[in-house]
Nanobody
Framework: QLQLVESGGGLVQPGGSLRLSCAAN????????IGWFRQAPGKEREGVLC????????NYADSVKGRFTISRDKSENTVYLQMDSLKPEDTAIYYC?????????????????WGQGTQVTVSP
């Protein structure tokens, strides 16, 4: 069974950092591209960053450039989203998702496997 499990969310002050984890079960990271998405209240789900099956990254959100990075540990079969210099506007539920394709693709519809989401709240 293919499954993604996120963890690492929480409450952080502006300027702080969090690292989200996305553990993949039932498939290896070599066979999929993994994207991080977020959805704030009242807004559509948007792509943040993605890492391809070969390890290359793609940024889908200009607002996180220079602050967020994506990485993976193949031995742990886990993808990470390191979030630094967090801002209140980063508050959202963060999801990881997988697409069975060698490179990252934009748009949520392409991703067939989703985690349950983890809440990130940035507030004083």
């Amino acid at each position: 069974q293919l499954q993604l499990v996120e963890s690492g969310g929480g409450l952080v002050q502006p300027g702080g950092s969090l690292r989200l984890s996305c553990a993949a079960n039932g498939f290896t990271l070599d066979s999929v591209s993994i994207g991080w998405f977020r959805q704030a209240p009242g807004k559509e789900r948007e792509g943040v960053l993605c890492i391809s099956s070969s390890g290359g990254s793609t940024n889908y959100a200009d607002s996180v450039k220079g602050r967020f990075t994506i990485s993976r540990d193949k031995s742990e079969n886990t993808v990470y989203l390191q979030m630094d210099s967090l801002k209140p506007e980063d508050t959202a539920i963060y999801y990881c998702a997988a697409v069975r394709f060698w490179r990252c693709v934009s748009g949520t519809n392409a991703y067939g496997y989703w985690g349950q989401g983890t809440q990130v709240t940035v507030s004083p």
